[in-house]
């Protein structure tokens, strides 16, 4: 009961997969966090309610309507094409772009708890002593709301190890450019390899269960349920 090689592939894309996204979403979700627990902007509960979007929607609804925006004809497919980059429909970057969004409450919700618990009376000291708002969210947010860095990486990551309905209806499934594991299980389940299916699930299984450990290892970390 071994890995085939298209396997081997298909664990590499996912991990490959989860990185990028993950690090998109930290990249351009704690600014938007950041703005989010702090702004009072009377219709922001419009904006938190997008973000939390894919916590009830399901996977397909999700991945049609991506499909259709990447897609030739489709508003990101059309600028994508423009720049001659050309379609982003059953391609790796248009995997990441669902990744992305996806994955988007997974990160930008426990950023923003986090960010909240920080705090207005140590910002404000901060400003008492001279610090410029940039300088306040470096030295005093940031460090504050590291336990939140941990627990929006985990579970970006963990979440994206595990996409299937998104992935399959934007990526296909195109061996080495768009197979993940879990499009794999499936091809496995489909043709009664059961071995390979079990061996698969169990690596998925056993990288959630070590991923999902950090979160709760320490107590004081706050983790967002779908």
Avoid: C
């Avoid at 009376?121 to 939140?148: C, I, N, Q, W, Y």
């Avoid at 450019?177 to 056993?206: P, R």
């Amino acid at each position: 009961m071994m890995f085939t090689e298209a396997d081997i592939v298909a664990l590499f894309v996912t991990v490959k997969l989860a990185f990028i996204s993950t690090l998109i979403l930290l990249l351009f979700g704690t600014p938007f966090a950041w703005w989010l627990s702090r702004s009072k902007w009377r219709f922001k509960f419009l904006i938190e309610a997008i973000v939390a979007l894919p916590l009830v929607l399901p996977p397909t609804v999700l991945g049609f309507y991506l499909l259709i925006g990447l897609s030739p004809s489709g508003p990101i497919g059309t600028l994508s094409s423009s720049v001659g980059i050309g379609s982003l429909a059953f391609t790796f970057p248009g995997l990441v772009i669902g990744s992305v969004l996806y994955s988007m409450p997974f990160v930008v919700q426990p950023l923003q708890d986090g960010f909240r618990n920080v705090g207005v009376s140590r910002l404000e000291a901060a400003s008492v002593l001279g610090a410029s708002p940039l300088d306040r969210f470096f030295t005093v947010a940031v460090p504050l709301a590291r336990p939140a860095f941990v627990t929006a990486s985990v579970l970006g990551f963990a979440h994206t190890l595990g996409e299937f309905g998104v992935v399959l209806m934007i990526g296909g499934n195109i061996p080495g450019e768009t197979q993940v594991v879990s499009i794999a299980i499936y091809d496995h389940v489909e043709m009664l390899d059961y071995n390979k299916a079990h061996l698969l699930s169990g690596v998925l299984l056993l990288l959630s269960f070590l991923i999902l450990t950090l979160v709760y290892r320490n107590r004081g970390f706050k983790v967002v349920a779908s």
